[in-house]
């Protein structure tokens, strides 16, 4: 049992180490420096560390270690631990018997240290004590920079193989090309790193856009969102949380000790031959940090007009809005809608040597080239409206603003549109009207928004049928399609089709996304409406009256296309309403 009773300054005097005035002195020094006595005792020169170290050893009943006793610790115990542990923690290891590792630190209160070498080693510890510059001596003496051991843990190993194994998905090993200071990593990390990149490369090569790595009492949960659905794959070890998530934070280049906030970063990996760039998130939770990894893939950033999903006539008025030479075009639509994919297709349509384009953006997820695309930092001030200030310097012909999110950067916007530039940005409404009026709630005046907004794109995105599975729905349910507005006339000679699921598809059914789209173009009648502050309902009658398709009348057609399902259609647009996908009795 510790001799926690007796004080550290205590065990010193009676030890003939200190006086009264000299511990007295070192507790001043210690409040006013947050310092412990021991340090304080040091610093002042009264005590050896040493000292402090056996007055240690004697106060928590623990074993003290002479490391300047030739055989203190045996050769072959120094493969016990990761080089990177030995210098991250100025820690040693002594023996492992019976599957538990002693090693020798020199601060028995530092719990954290001790819980995430238990962690990364995956067994349990017990301590001895040795003196903190003699535990630094010893380490720079016999481990150098270039030493390399592999790790004798084998049921970690073994933990990792295993889950390796059960990813089924065969992808080129991943290996990390920009973001972390310390990717030339020693070998006997490379369990971990196997665990991380065979993660990354399986969500690659699924297709996933997300990965997410939940950490619970008892697991640590993986899911790849694919196709805009979350899916779980095998669980993550326990036993190897700390270690996935602090190889991580590596390779977004985050702070590795800094567990308390949210961090951001990303990471840049090599998977065979393409360079992935990943944004990385990790926020604090209930049991450890949840991860998120969002997959950004140039590729997708500019799919081209003709790939965006929409109908004929709304990508004629689509293509003749984003040509006006002033006003605001605005997509809304929900988190991950696709709103950016659309703008950036906008842009690249637009992007020519004779006109100068500026985006404010947070984050800049994906680079185009001969635009001038600037990051916005609210830490240091540097916001989306100052950022459009400093724009309308620049002289632009095109403005985008990533979001539009209160009312100083709508005025902004709308001066910058009633000043001969094209803006386009989003908005987060559920269609297409609720636009207008969302503007006006935030402040901006009606006959700014009346007069400056030109359209407004509302979207959504749905799951695309596997071309190699699908099958006709031979009995479609009336409860699906009553949600969805059909009649039975729009039935007559048309084919709807159903998910089935093979190889290619992963068994879902879906292989891909496309929007659904709204199109609301401004005329005198909705501008009118707009001034007059006109409720809702009447800015939409107005709209559909103008010939505008609403989210569900496309979604309509993407099924009699045969693109998606009823369920999907519903699933997106009717979210409100709850359904089974059974059939009807």
């Given at each position: 049992?510790?001799?926690?009773?007796?004080?550290?300054?205590?065990?010193?005097?009676?030890?003939?180490?200190?006086?009264?005035?000299?511990?007295?002195?070192?507790l001043g020094l210690g409040q006013a420096s947050r310092q412990r006595i021991g340090e304080a005792l040091v610093e002042l020169g009264y005590a050896q560390e040493t000292d402090v170290a056996k007055a240690l050893a004697y106060q928590f009943d623990m074993e003290y270690i002479d490391l300047d006793r030739p055989g203190a610790i045996k050769k072959e115990s120094l493969g016990l631990l990761p080089d990177d542990i030995v210098k991250k923690y100025k820690v040693l290891p002594l023996e492992?018997?019976?599957?538990?590792?002693?090693?020798?630190?020199?601060?028995?209160?530092?719990?954290?240290?001790?819980?995430?070498?238990?962690?990364?080693?995956?067994?349990?510890?017990?301590?001895?004590?040795?003196?903190?510059?003699?535990?630094?001596?010893?380490?720079?003496?016999?481990?150098?920079?270039?030493?390399?051991?592999?790790?004798?843990?084998?049921?970690?190993?073994?933990?990792?193989?295993?889950?390796?194994?059960?990813?089924?998905?065969?992808?080129?090993?991943?290996?990390?090309?920009?973001?972390?200071?310390?990717?030339?990593?020693?070998?006997?990390?490379?369990?971990?790193?196997?665990?991380?990149?065979?993660?990354?490369?399986?969500?690659?090569?699924?297709?996933?856009?997300?990965?997410?790595?939940?950490?619970?009492?008892?697991?640590?949960?993986?899911?790849?969102?694919?196709?805009?659905?979350?899916?779980?794959?095998?669980?993550?070890?326990?036993?190897?949380?700390?270690?996935?998530?602090?190889?991580?934070?590596?390779?977004?280049?985050?702070?590795?000790?800094?567990?308390?906030?949210?961090?951001?970063?990303?990471?840049?990996?090599?998977?065979?031959?393409?360079?992935?760039?990943?944004?990385?998130?990790?926020?604090?939770?209930?049991?450890?940090?949840?991860?998120?990894?969002?997959?950004?893939?140039?590729?997708?950033?500019?799919?081209?007009?003709?790939?965006?999903?929409?109908?004929?006539?709304?990508?004629?008025?689509?293509?003749?809005?984003?040509?006006?030479?002033?006003?605001?075009?605005?997509?809304?639509?929900?988190?991950?809608?696709?709103?950016?994919?659309?703008?950036?297709?906008?842009?690249?349509?637009?992007?020519?040597?004779?006109?100068?384009?500026?985006?404010?953006?947070?984050?800049?997820?994906?680079?185009?080239?001969?635009?001038?695309?600037?990051?916005?930092?609210?830490?240091?001030?540097?916001?989306?409206?100052?950022?459009?200030?400093?724009?309308?310097?620049?002289?632009?012909?095109?403005?985008?603003?990533?979001?539009?999110?209160?009312?100083?950067?709508?005025?902004?916007?709308?001066?910058?549109?009633?000043?001969?530039?094209?803006?386009?940005?989003?908005?987060?409404?559920?269609?297409?009207?609720?636009?207008?009026?969302?503007?006006?709630?935030?402040?901006?005046?009606?006959?700014?928004?009346?007069?400056?907004?030109?359209?407004?794109?509302?979207?959504?995105?749905?799951?695309?049928?596997?071309?190699?599975?699908?099958?006709?729905?031979?009995?479609?349910?009336?409860?699906?399609?009553?949600?969805?507005?059909?009649?039975?006339?729009?039935?007559?000679?048309?084919?709807?089709?159903?998910?089935?699921?093979?190889?290619?598809?992963?068994?879902?059914?879906?292989?891909?996304?496309?929007?659904?789209?709204?199109?609301?173009?401004?005329?005198?009648?909705?501008?009118?409406?707009?001034?007059?502050?006109?409720?809702?309902?009447?800015?939409?009658?107005?709209?559909?009256?103008?010939?505008?398709?609403?989210?569900?009348?496309?979604?309509?057609?993407?099924?009699?296309?045969?693109?998606?399902?009823?369920?999907?259609?519903?699933?997106?647009?009717?979210?409100?309403?709850?359904?089974?996908?059974?059939?009807?009795?």
């Open positions: 049992m510790a001799r926690t009773k007796r004080k550290l300054g205590e065990i010193l005097q009676k030890w003939g180490v200190v006086n009264d005035a000299q511990i007295e002195e070192a492992k018997v019976n599957g538990r590792l002693k090693i020798v630190i020199h601060d028995p209160m530092d719990f954290a240290t001790l819980d995430d070498i238990r962690f990364r080693m995956s067994c349990e510890i017990d301590t001895a004590i040795a003196a903190r510059d003699k535990i630094k001596q010893y380490i720079s003496n016999t481990l150098s920079d270039h030493t390399v051991r592999s790790m004798t843990i084998d049921t970690y190993n073994q933990s990792i193989d295993a889950y390796n194994q059960s990813i089924d998905i065969q992808v080129s090993s991943a290996e990390p090309v920009e973001g972390g200071a310390s990717d030339a990593m020693d070998a006997q990390q490379a369990p971990i790193i196997r665990l991380v990149n065979k993660i990354i490369s399986a969500a690659v090569g699924m297709r996933a856009s997300d990965i997410h790595i939940e950490p619970f009492i008892d697991r640590v949960r993986l899911r790849y969102r694919i196709d805009g659905v979350c899916h779980e794959r095998d669980r993550i070890p326990k036993r190897t949380q700390s270690a996935v998530v602090a190889r991580l934070k590596i390779m977004a280049g985050v702070k590795v000790e800094e567990k308390r906030i949210p961090q951001d970063g990303r990471i840049k990996i090599k998977i065979g031959q393409e360079s992935i760039d990943i944004r990385f998130s990790v926020c604090p939770s209930y049991y450890g940090e949840s991860c998120v990894m969002r997959i950004l893939r140039a590729e997708s950033a500019t799919l081209g007009l003709a790939n965006l999903g929409l109908q004929e006539d709304t990508s004629q008025q689509f293509e003749r809005m984003i040509r006006r030479p002033n006003g605001i075009f605005l997509v809304t639509g929900p988190t991950g809608s696709g709103k950016t994919t659309t703008l950036y297709t906008a842009l690249d349509v637009l992007n020519r040597p004779d006109r100068k384009i500026i985006t404010a953006e947070d984050p800049v997820e994906y680079n185009i080239k001969g635009i001038n695309q600037c990051q916005v930092h609210e830490q240091i001030g540097l916001s989306f409206s100052r950022i459009l200030r400093s724009m309308l310097r620049q002289a632009p012909n095109i403005i985008l603003v990533g979001e539009i999110r209160d009312k100083e950067v709508a005025d902004v916007a709308i001066q910058a549109a009633l000043t001969g530039h094209l803006v386009f940005s989003t908005l987060h409404t559920n269609d297409a009207p609720s636009a207008v009026t969302r503007l006006v709630d935030m402040g901006v005046k009606p006959f700014l928004v009346a007069s400056s907004i030109q359209a407004v794109l509302a979207q959504r995105l749905v799951r695309v049928l596997c071309d190699n599975c699908k099958q006709p729905d031979l009995s479609p349910s009336s409860r699906l399609l009553k949600l969805c507005g059909f009649k039975p006339q729009d039935l007559q000679g048309k084919t709807i089709y159903q998910a089935v699921g093979c190889d290619r598809c992963s068994g879902t059914g879906f292989f891909g996304r496309k929007g659904i789209y709204e199109m609301m173009a401004m005329n005198s009648d909705l501008r009118e409406l707009s001034f007059k502050q006109a409720p809702l309902n009447q800015v939409r009658a107005a709209a559909i009256a103008s010939g505008m398709r609403n989210l569900l009348g496309d979604g309509r057609l993407k099924i009699l296309e045969g693109v998606t399902t009823l369920q999907e259609i519903v699933r997106v647009c009717q979210a409100e309403m709850m359904f089974d996908d059974g059939r009807d009795e």
